[in-house]
């Protein structure tokens, strides 16, 4: 009798165990990117005779994207994106390690190092039960809207943010939310001059909304503040040493407290054609808690642009833009010492125009893109995209003209760190031509083959450079090419 009783209630905890592990359990579903590259470079510092040898260089890289979602069911998931790479091949077995490593400079998905496996995306995703309101909560990826060029030229970039999703109506929705940029005071840091003490953190606050109430027109405008402190990428070291924020008048422990606002606008009642538009403005200015310069400091500017796209034509899609984004006056130190460049936080991951000098394209890497130092400028172009002569073949073409918009004095009395590099800071003196031929094969339908061909025919001024570099005078511009092989694997 005492064997029949403890074989039921055996029995009975079996199946105890059996409906929690049913109750819990989760779908799974994988999906991801894994790319190989070999990259063929030439001449990409553009000079003659440079003392840095950028001719004719091949590397071979590959990065490996996969998500997880753990649905829960249809208003519950988790979500979690590993990435390895970008690393070169030769540099050991990809330098592949467990973790994400500490870094006080960066932010977001490129601030681990290169082989790691890191943590691209971990986040929960739930409906609020009974309604429609949506939570993203956890290290996300945040972009603010954007109707051209493919991200947001101000925020676009992995972050820890809650955020949340409401529909008002059927054609209006509100998205907002928190997220933290930086944190210099980390337990787990392991670059030298993590913090024990305060002003360590740079926080952002973002609303935007989606309205598209009449057929054939949408606008999300948005804003976003920014509050970051005199430590925030270490003792001593503020917002103002940070890419985006940094200005001629600016000393290294300052914080800085900026906003946004924009509005990304799409119209297609006017079919085949497509008209997109973004204008994006900022302005920061320097918190000098702890500070020794107490002078007037900041950067304030905007970035506009404009794209038609045809639609009408089964073969390709022609598309006209154009962009503007305010420069340098060329008397910041001078006079306000402010600057005149829209400030904008971390390296925005996708905005681009072609797919070569700011990025663009599918290539892992193979750009001079760095929003800090190229913003000030202004560009016309001609894209003729997703180009169907042949069955699984495609071809898109760009050809576009940059002209600089920052005052060719501002380089007599650059202050280092400022951002203008050579061959990425264009002045009123410089300009460039681009043209990019990139080629796909769609082998499989989740299997991709590419070649990516770019160059760029540069003129830039001697006799401005030489205020930087006096051996600028002699370097020349001299154009650069890229040639780049692609294997994508998507699925």
Do not use: C
Not at 254 to 263: C, Q, T
Not at 271 to 288: E, I, L, Q, R
């Amino acid at each position: 009798m005492n064997k029949k009783f403890a074989l039921l209630l055996v029995l009975m905890a079996a199946l105890v165990v059996g409906s929690v592990t049913s109750a819990s359990a989760a779908e799974i579903k994988a999906t991801g990117q894994w790319q190989i590259e070999a990259d063929l470079n030439s001449n990409w510092d553009f000079q003659e005779k440079g003392a840095v040898s950028e001719d004719k260089t091949l590397n071979i890289s590959q990065r490996m994207r996969t998500q997880f979602q753990f649905i829960a069911n249809e208003n519950l998931k988790g979500v979690l994106e590993t990435q390895i790479g970008i690393a070169n091949w030769g540099s050991g077995a990809l330098g592949i390690g467990a973790g994400r490593s500490g870094n006080l400079t960066g932010a977001g998905s490129l601030a681990a190092g290169n082989g790691n496996i890191m943590l691209r995306k971990g986040y929960v995703d739930f409906k609020w039960p009974g309604t429609k309101v949506n939570f993203l909560v956890g290290f996300q990826g945040l972009s603010l809207p954007s109707a051209v060029g493919g991200g947001s030229p101000v925020l676009d970039d992995q972050i820890a943010a809650a955020a949340a999703v409401v529909p008002i109506t059927e054609g209006l929705s509100l998205v907002g939310g928190f997220g933290r940029l930086f944190d210099s005071n980390a337990s787990y840091a392991t670059t030298a001059g993590s913090l024990t003490g305060s002003h360590s953190a740079g926080d952002v606050a973002f609303l935007y909304a989606n309205i598209d109430m009449i057929k054939g027109f949408s606008i999300q405008p948005w804003l976003a503040y920014a509050n970051l402190g005199s430590n925030v990428a270490g003792s001593g070291a503020g917002a103002t040493t940070l890419a985006g924020f940094n200005a001629p008048n600016a000393s290294a422990n300052e914080g800085v407290r900026a906003y946004w606002g924009g509005a990304a606008f799409t119209m297609t009642a006017f079919d085949p054609f497509k008209v997109m538009a973004d204008f994006n403005y900022g302005k920061a200015t320097w918190n000098n808690q702890g500070a020794t310069n107490k002078a007037e400091g900041g950067r304030s500017g905007f970035l506009f642009d404009l794209a038609v796209d045809y639609t009408g034509l089964s073969m390709m899609t022609p598309s006209v833009f154009f962009a503007y984004s305010s420069g340098e006056n060329g008397n910041s130190t001078e006079g306000s010492g402010k600057s005149e460049r829209m400030p904008v936080v971390g390296t925005p991951q996708n905005y681009a125009l072609g797919s070569f000098w700011l990025q663009g394209g599918d290539t892992l890497g193979a750009s001079f893109y760095s929003t800090d130092t190229t913003i000030g400028y202004w560009a016309l172009g001609l894209s003729l995209k997703d180009i169907k002569l042949i069955d699984k073949l495609s071809h898109t073409v760009h050809l576009i003209y940059f002209k600089g918009t920052n005052d060719a004095d501002f380089l007599k009395e650059l202050v280092p760190g400022t951002g203008a590099t050579y061959g990425q800071f264009l002045t009123t003196k410089d300009s460039l031509w681009e043209v990019d031929v990139n080629t796909k094969y769609q082998v499989y339908d989740e299997l991709s083959l590419g070649l990516e061909l770019g160059a760029i025919m540069p003129s830039f001024d001697k006799d401005t450079w030489r205020a930087v570099n006096a051996d600028y005078a002699n370097y020349g511009s001299k154009n650069a090419y890229k040639a780049s092989l692609l294997l994508n694997y998507s699925f």
